[in-house]
């Protein structure tokens, strides 16, 4: 059980939360959701104490404890892997520390033989001679062979790094389980593991996440943060939207009834102010009209970022020609013999759920990013490339304000108010333009990435999930910007609505060789030609 009481945060002006009193009860998934930038991350730190509020406080019951899933996967880089799951217990890690640093002594003397006992009794306490096997346990479950225990994170591949962190929150069964996006970079069948996990966990969850069916699949509960507020709704995704959508309904008839009477009021007045024998009734009216109000309600804070992207010059005929391009990471092969040639129109989504490292490598490396071992690829002389990598983390290593990093990427001849122009209508107006990269949000930093990519006017668009992290106004507004764009576009996404309308073109990238079809997506799931190519390639 967590409680938080009359928690309030402020970071300038801006007001994350304001008076947040909620349960959370065992047995219970709940489902936190809101905007980008809303404060859910924020929130999750909150409550593992891992930020302090301004004032309130959070309350773990007596003996309990608690693991996070953070949404940055890069704190555990130098750590390997097994350590990293066992790392979820702080306690258990701590002991098994000491315990090998005082067996590696040379010089072990009589209070390193004492030490050595109690910590043997509290390490036995915690069932510490059965963490590597548990930890091994729940790797193999989310797919993670023996073969990585001892490797770093750092050499991972984004959807391992991920599978490891997830262990690492579920390791040692903890009372309170706080998972902040743990979709995104998640394949399919990872994803339906963790569902099942879910349901049959009996502790406190509290999940992150913009993934609709996701929500709908485990969650009891929903938590909605808007206005600086979190409002709790018994039920999963689309029961909360149902029930917010009558309450806005309400609202909107109360405000309509409360406008017309106000109308009828200031009628009233004016046809008898004049007339001194209904003076006084009009008097009195006026003062009902001062005090009736018309909620100022906007009833959600989410709102749709201006995503549109223009190429300074079109296509010419040559596109791309890919050539058997091959590549290894870590002596393994990711990509073979790739060849594809891309015609002028083209929106290639490439698919499949297993090989997000062989798309990957490939988007890497047809931005220059990366170069192959074998095979050759070459864009046509009218093209012009901007990517959008999976990770970002390398764009934001320097501590500059958002004028100041977007400037890097708007052309010479404009000022600083070009930038804050082009920041607010990505929705970054007023003194958020002003604040440290540092500190943005997941889907904010996508959203920098976005304009990076509109500030380019390339005509060849790479994209590696760029749905991930990103709200469901900024997903649609996305959506559309690329359905609307009529140049070239290659692109990976998990989102199934976002595939199917923007792509006209699907690759399928296998293990014995790719399917290519043009064709959309959904008249490619359902071809069966396709599926039996699958099998034949999956071999
Ligand atoms: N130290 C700070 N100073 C100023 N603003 C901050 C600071 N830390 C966080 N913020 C802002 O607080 C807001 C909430 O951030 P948070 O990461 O909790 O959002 P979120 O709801 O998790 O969003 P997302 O869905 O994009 O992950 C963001 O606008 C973020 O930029
Ligand atoms: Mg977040």
Same mark, same amino acid.
Not at 68 to 96: N, P, S
Not at 134 to 141: I, Y
Not at 143 to 157: A, R, T, V
């Given at each position: 059980?967590?409680?938080?009481?009359?928690?309030?945060?402020?970071?300038?002006?801006?007001?994350?939360?304001?008076?947040?009193?909620?349960?959370?009860?065992?047995?219970?998934?709940?489902?936190?959701?809101?905007?980008?930038?809303?404060?859910?991350?924020?929130?999750?730190? #909150?409550?593992? &104490? @891992?930020? %302090?509020?301004?004032? /309130? *406080?959070?309350?773990?019951?007596?003996? $309990?404890?608690? =693991?996070?899933?953070?949404?940055?996967?890069?704190?555990?880089?130098?750590?390997?892997?097994?350590?990293?799951?066992?790392?979820?217990?702080?306690?258990?890690?701590?002991?098994?520390?000491?315990?090998?640093?005082?067996?590696?002594?040379?010089?072990?003397?009589?209070?390193?033989? #004492?030490?050595? &006992? @109690?910590? %043997?009794?509290?390490? /036995? *306490?915690?069932?510490?001679?059965?963490? $590597?096997?548990? =930890?091994?346990?729940?790797?193999?479950?989310?797919?993670?062979?023996?073969?990585?225990?001892?490797?770093?994170?750092?050499?991972?591949?984004?959807?391992?790094?991920?599978?490891?962190?997830?262990?690492?929150?579920?390791?040692?069964?903890?009372?309170?389980?706080?998972?902040?996006?743990p979709t995104n970079n998640l394949d399919i069948d990872s994803i339906t593991w963790l569902e099942h996990f879910l349901e049959r966990f009996t502790n406190t969850v509290i999940i992150v996440s913009h993934d609709r069916y996701f929500l709908n699949q485990v969650c009891t509960h929903m938590a909605d943060i808007d206005f600086g507020r979190v409002t709790v709704y018994v039920g999963n995704y689309d029961f909360w939207y149902e029930a917010s959508q009558l309450v806005l309904q309400q609202k909107q008839n109360e405000n309509k009834k409360v406008s017309t009477k106000a109308q009828e009021l200031k009628d009233f007045i004016?046809?008898?102010?004049?007339?001194?024998?209904?003076?006084?009734?009009?008097?009195?009216?006026?003062?009902?009209?001062?005090?009736?109000?018309?909620?100022?309600?906007?009833?959600?804070?989410?709102?749709?970022?201006?995503?549109?992207?223009?190429?300074?010059?079109?296509?010419?005929?040559?596109?791309?020609?890919?050539?058997?391009?091959?590549?290894?990471?870590?002596?393994?092969?990711?990509?073979?013999?790739?060849?594809?040639?891309?015609?002028?129109?083209?929106?290639?989504?490439?698919?499949?759920?297993?090989?997000?490292?062989?798309?990957?490598?490939?988007?890497?490396?047809?931005?220059?990013?990366?170069?192959?071992?074998?095979?050759?690829?070459?864009?046509?002389?009218?093209?012009?490339?901007?990517?959008?990598?999976?990770?970002?983390?390398?764009f934001f290593q320097d501590n500059t304000n958002l004028v100041e990093w977007l400037s890097r990427f708007t052309p010479v001849t404009e000022g600083e108010s070009f930038a804050r122009g082009f920041l607010g209508k990505m929705l970054f107006s007023g003194e958020e333009a002003l604040k440290k990269t540092s500190v943005l949000s997941g889907g904010e930093r996508v959203r920098c990435m976005l304009s990076r990519m509109m500030l380019s006017e390339a005509n060849a668009l790479i994209l590696d999930e760029p749905t991930n992290h990103l709200d469901l106004e900024s997903i649609t507004a996305l959506n559309n910007a690329l359905i609307a764009f009529p140049e070239v576009v290659l692109f990976t996404s998990h989102d199934h609505q976002f595939v199917s309308s923007v792509a006209n073109r699907i690759v399928e990238i296998l293990p014995g060789g790719i399917i290519d079809q043009m064709m959309p997506f959904d008249e490619y799931l359902l071809d069966e030609r396709v599926a039996k190519l699958r099998l034949e390639l999956s071999a």
């Open positions: 059980m967590i409680n938080a009481n009359n928690v309030a945060l402020s970071y300038g002006k801006r007001v994350i939360f304001q008076d947040v009193t909620i349960k959370f009860t065992p047995g219970n998934c709940y489902g936190l959701i809101g905007a980008n930038g809303a404060g859910k991350s924020t929130f999750l730190k #909150i409550l593992a &104490g @891992e930020i %302090e509020p301004d004032r /309130g *406080e959070v309350s773990l019951g007596a003996r $309990e404890r608690l =693991a996070m899933l953070r949404q940055d996967h890069f704190a555990f880089d130098e750590e390997t892997v097994l350590h990293t799951v066992i790392m979820g217990h702080a306690r258990l890690y701590e002991l098994m520390m000491e315990r090998e640093a005082i067996y590696a002594k040379v010089d072990f003397t009589d209070e390193d033989g #004492i030490r050595s &006992g @109690e910590l %043997e009794a509290e390490f /036995g *306490e915690m069932n510490g001679y059965e963490a $590597e096997s548990e =930890a091994g346990t729940l790797l193999a479950g989310l797919g993670i062979g023996e073969n990585l225990h001892h490797q770093k994170m750092k050499d991972l591949e984004g959807g391992e790094k991920v599978r490891v962190l997830l262990a690492q929150a579920l390791f040692g069964n903890p009372d309170v389980l706080l998972l902040d996006e004016q046809r008898f102010s004049s007339n001194a024998s209904k003076a006084k009734q009009a008097t009195s009216r006026k003062k009902l009209l001062e005090k009736l109000t018309i909620e100022d309600m906007p009833v959600s804070s989410r709102k749709y970022p201006f995503i549109q992207f223009k190429a300074s010059r079109s296509c010419g005929d040559n596109i791309l020609e890919i050539t058997e391009l091959g590549k290894e990471v870590d002596g393994v092969s990711v990509l073979e013999n790739f060849s594809l040639t891309v015609n002028k129109g083209e929106k290639i989504a490439f698919v499949g759920s297993t090989n997000s490292l062989a798309k990957s490598t490939l988007f890497a490396i047809l931005a220059g990013d990366m170069a192959p071992d074998s095979g050759s690829f070459r864009w046509g002389v009218t093209m012009s490339t901007s990517y959008f990598p999976k990770e970002n983390n390398a």
